[in-house]
């Protein structure tokens, strides 16, 4: 069966590249446990001090 699941998850732009790190060590966790694909995605538009309704 396919599935897809998928999160927002809210990171400071100083603290992207420490996301990033932390991203590709889960990435590689999840891989081992079956995981096809993995997508990093990043809003261009936000409005600071705005807070997105989803």
């Known amino acids: 069966?396919?599935?897809v699941d998928g999160y927002v998850i809210?990171?400071?732009a100083e603290?992207?590249?420490?996301y990033i790190?932390?991203?590709k060590i889960a990435a590689s966790v999840?891989?081992?446990h079956g995981v096809i694909?993995?997508?990093?995605n990043?809003?261009?538009d936000v409005p600071e001090g705005v807070l997105p309704v989803l």
Request: charged fraction near 40%; hydrophobic fraction near 30%; glycine fraction near 4%.
């Open 1 to 3: 069966m396919t599935y």
């Open 37 to 40: 694909e993995i997508y990093e």
């Open 10 to 12: 809210p990171v400071l």
């Open 15 to 18: 603290n992207k590249e420490k």
């Open 42 to 44: 990043w809003g261009d």
């Open 30 to 32: 999840f891989k081992e």
């Open 21 to 23: 790190e932390q991203a």
